[in-house]
């Protein structure tokens, strides 16, 4: 969180480069569920690791390794469900948020396939979380205003004192 690509709107890929490069999808899966396992998260999105291309990955127990390539949401669920997330890109912060409880998407994977899922629970947050990150949105902008603050300043106080430190040697 504080950098900008984090809130830039990501790219869509165009069909012809998802089928045409099957080689490249299959080696930057490969890279993010890395990154994904070093870090013990269930889902990551390319802007989190400086591809700005609407791709995300997710590995939620129960469910198998999964690679979405220009996913759309279809629909989603008028009932909403409150839990905590995290996100990989705000270390150590964790807060109760709302979210629709299930939802359907369509994307493409990594062999050029188009599939559509519908999920609920877990999996249904996770893809939406990721989803939020292709359009710029972190999970702390779906907060209550005043708790969205608070954990903002929190963790930017956190950083420059972690920066200092740093520059301090
Ligand atoms: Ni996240």
Known sequence: MGDERLREKAAPIPIEDIKGN??????VALAMF????EHKGIGLAGPQVGIAQRIFITNVDGDEPRVFINPSVIETSQATAKAEEGCLSIPRVWADVERPKSVKMQAWNEKGRSFTIEATGLLARVLLHEYDHLEGVLFVDRLPALKRERIVEKFAKRTKAKTENESAG
């Open 34 to 37: 890395g990154a994904l396992e």
């Open 22 to 27: 099957l080689a490249h999808w299959a080696k």
